[in-house]
């Protein structure tokens, strides 16, 4: 079996993440927990499988995607 991911946490607030070979990234659309809070998920889709994260937030607008130029 391969390894789809290595996933590292830095000092308890972020988060190191290499993938090989990556396909495609998608995010899912937030969606509203029962308490209150908004969860989406991010897919990181690789030759070798696939790694999602779930994201929790506050509101709904902290989970949008932003690119970088």
Do not use: Y
Not at 14 to 20: A, T
Not at 21 to 47: F, K, M, Y
């Amino acid at each position: 079996m391969k390894t789809v991911a290595a996933i590292s946490f830095l000092d308890n607030h972020s988060l190191s993440m290499d993938v090989e070979a990556v396909n495609r990234i998608d995010v899912t659309h937030p969606i509203q927990l029962e308490d209150g809070g908004w969860t989406c998920e991010l897919l990181v889709r690789s030759a070798n499988g696939t790694v999602a994260l779930q994201l929790v937030a506050n509101k709904p607008e902290s989970l949008q995607v932003q690119m970088q130029e």
